[in-house]
C-alpha cells in the first residue's frame, strides 16, 4: 500500500529554518512526482512546490522562491523541504503529495500525506 509520512515540522522563530521530510513506502519513489503543499486555517490549500520523479525538474509556488528548496534522496525513498526565512505567514500544515505513477507535477495528486504541523512565531 503506497503511503506518505511528513516529519520535520515545529514551532520555530521567525527568521528560522526547518527541514521537512517525506517519507514514502510501499512503492518505490523514482517513478513518482512528488509536491508540497501547505493549508494555514480559515484558508485553501496551496501548492508550495513539486519535483520531478528524476529529481532534475523543480518549481515553486512565489510566496516561497528564494527561500525554499525541494529536493530527493530516490535511494531512502525520501523528499525534503528545506525551509529558510520563515515567516508567521508560513504558519501552515504542510502536506506531501504525489500524482499517479509517472506523471508530471502538473496533474492532479493522487497520494496524500497526513501533514505535519509547521508554527512560526516568536
Known amino acids: 500500500q503506497l503511503q506518505l509520512v511528513e516529519s520535520g515540522g515545529g514551532l520555530v522563530q521567525p527568521g528560522g529554518s526547518l527541514r521537512l521530510s517525506c517519507a514514502a513506502s510501499?512503492?518505490?519513489?523514482?517513478?513518482?512526482?512528488i509536491a508540497w503543499f501547505r493549508q494555514a486555517p480559515g484558508k485553501e490549500r496551496e501548492r508550495v512546490s513539486c519535483?520531478?520523479?528524476?529529481?532534475?525538474?523543480?518549481n515553486y509556488a512565489d510566496f516561497v522562491k528564494g527561500r525554499f528548496t525541494i529536493s530527493r534522496d530516490n535511494a531512502a525513498n525520501t523528499v525534503y523541504l528545506q525551509m529558510n526565512s520563515l515567516k508567521p505567514e508560513d504558519t501552515a500544515v504542510y502536506y506531501c503529495?504525489?500524482?499517479?505513477?509517472?506523471?508530471?507535477?502538473?496533474?492532479?495528486?493522487?497520494?496524500w500525506g497526513k501533514g505535519t504541523l509547521v508554527t512560526v512565531s516568536s
Open positions: 503529495a504525489a500524482p499517479k505513477s509517472g506523471m508530471p507535477c502538473n496533474t492532479d495528486m493522487n497520494y
Open positions: 510501499g512503492f518505490t519513489l523514482g517513478y513518482y512526482a
Open positions: 519535483i520531478s520523479g528524476s529529481g532534475l525538474h523543480s
